[in-house]
């Protein structure tokens, strides 16, 4: 069964870097769309971006476009997310979820994180000075 652990987060000021990862275990992201998202204290859990495995498509809400950047490496099963530029509203505790794509898939799901499981424990990113 697909799991995944979450790592990267931190303390960080305004308009520092961190460089999150997600490592799966138990199977293969072949098949899977894969989604970070962020809970915030208080609202409810948003989609940051996803990485298709069917066409490496790259998706990112439009708060974050520009500044965050998803990528995997196939040969360890992790994704990445480069965050950059960071804000005070991007603080949150970060989880990456899986959504198989074999029945097809579209950009809209990216940001509904019902549709997703395989949840890890979430990493804490804060962004304060």
């Known amino acids: 069964q697909l799991q995944f652990v979450e790592s990267g987060g931190g303390l960080v000021q305004p308009g520092g870097s961190l460089r999150l990862s997600c490592a799966a275990s138990g199977d293969t992201l072949d098949e899977e769309l894969i989604g970070w998202f962020r809970q915030a204290p208080g609202k409810e859990r948003e989609g940051v971006s996803c990485?298709?495995?069917?066409?490496?498509?790259?998706i990112y809400a439009a708060s974050v476009k520009g500044r965050f950047t998803i990528s995997r490496d196939y040969a360890s099963n992790t994704v990445y997310l480069q965050m950059n530029n960071l804000k005070p509203e991007d603080t949150g505790v970060y989880y990456c979820?899986?959504?198989?794509?074999?029945?097809?898939?579209?950009?809209?799901?990216?940001?509904?994180?019902?549709?997703?499981?395989?949840w890890g424990q979430g990493t804490q990113v804060t962004v304060s000075s």
């Open positions: 979820g899986a959504k198989r794509q074999r029945y097809g898939w579209d950009r809209s799901m990216c940001f509904d994180w019902v549709l997703f499981g395989s």
């Open positions: 990485i298709s495995s069917t066409d490496g498509s790259l």
